[in-house]
């Protein structure tokens, strides 16, 4: 089974300063792992994806995360906020076979302060 | 990219009634199909796994008999809520990954259900 944390239901930023989104994962195979943004009203959108390869993952709009066995944590950062990234975010995982179920976290709000 | 498609996107039907919900890949086929349900504020919940040419797979807790779900086709799979109550109103979200054994899932617009 696995699951996902994700640490803080808001977060709030400066424009222009880092964000920090964390999520924490708990698997008993080896996970895939995603990050999906949402807009309000809107379905999701995949940012980015782990799947077994490089630890640090780079995907749209400037995000990346990294991959860290040791500490089951999958963080999303951005260097720098834009008014845009103003926005719902889901850690999920599933496992690594195919045609998994996602399991998704309970989701972190962005909010950026201009 | 791979696109999936929600329609209607926003519905309001009357208690008693039942609504159905078509999702469709609109440039590939899957054989599989996975439906979600988003309560506001909240994040996703599975409800069931659509299965092209068989039965669906529910999660527990979901009600079959109420949440109807009709993989008919490679493209389109339909989720019928059959005597809706105000408690079903909530956003239901449908995925689909791009070919058999793919762990990446694509998901549509999602649907906006309103029952009075």
């Known amino acids: 089974a696995q699951s996902v944390t994700q640490l803080g239901s808001h977060v709030s930023v400066s424009e222009g300063a880092l964000v920090l989104l964390r999520c924490n994962y708990s698997?008993?195979?080896?996970?895939?792992l995603f990050w999906y943004v949402q807009y309000p009203n809107q379905g999701l959108q995949l940012l980015l994806k782990?799947?077994?390869?490089?630890?640090l993952v780079k995907g749209i709009n400037g995000f990346e995360a990294e991959f860290k066995k040791s500490e089951t944590s999958f963080h999303l950062t951005k260097p720098s906020a834009h008014m845009s990234d103003a926005a719902e975010y889901f850690c999920a995982v599933t496992a690594s076979g195919g045609n998994e179920k996602l399991t998704f976290g309970t989701g972190t709000r962005l909010t950026i302060i201009p | 990219g791979a696109v999936v498609s929600q329609h209607p996107s926003w519905v309001i039907c009357k208690s008693g009634t039942s609504v159905k919900i078509e999702c469709r890949s609109l440039?590939?086929?899957?054989?599989?199909m996975f439906w979600y349900r988003q309560f506001p504020k909240q994040s996703l919940m599975l409800m069931a796994t659509s299965n092209e040419g068989s039965k669906a797979t529910y999660e527990q807790g979901v009600e079959k008999d109420k949440f109807l779900i009709n993989h008919a086709s490679l493209t389109l799979s339909t989720l019928t809520v059959t005597s809706a109550h105000p408690e079903d109103s909530s956003f239901y979200i449908c995925?689909?990954?791009?070919?058999?054994?793919?762990?990446?899932?694509?998901f549509g617009p999602g649907t906006r259900l309103t029952v009075t």
């Open positions: 995925s689909a990954p791009l070919a058999a054994g793919a762990y990446e899932q694509y």
């Open positions: 440039d590939f086929q899957a054989t599989t």
């Open positions: 782990y799947t077994s390869a490089a630890t």
């Open positions: 698997s008993s195979v080896p996970p895939y």
